[in-house]
């Protein structure tokens, strides 16, 4: 039986939000093993003089436990 544990993650980029959550996945894959599935909870940008400078996601990052 395998027992998943659940992490919510922020990541941003200057060029999207799917880069914003592969920058997740990425530092995530660095620190957590097992990982197994990812829900982007939320999306949201940074604006300065009315254009987007920065993408921002937050995700939350599955993983399955070690025995």
Do not use: C
Not at 27 to 42: D, F, P, Q, S, W
Request: proline share 1%.
């Amino acid at each position: 039986m395998a027992v998943a544990r659940v992490s919510k993650i922020t990541g941003s980029s200057p060029t999207s939000w799917q880069d914003a959550v592969n920058q997740v996945v990425k530092r995530a894959n660095k620190t957590l093993r097992n990982l197994t599935g990812i829900h982007v909870i939320e999306q949201k940008a940074h604006i300065e003089k009315g254009k987007i400078t920065e993408y921002r996601a937050t995700v939350e990052v599955t993983f399955i436990l070690d025995d």
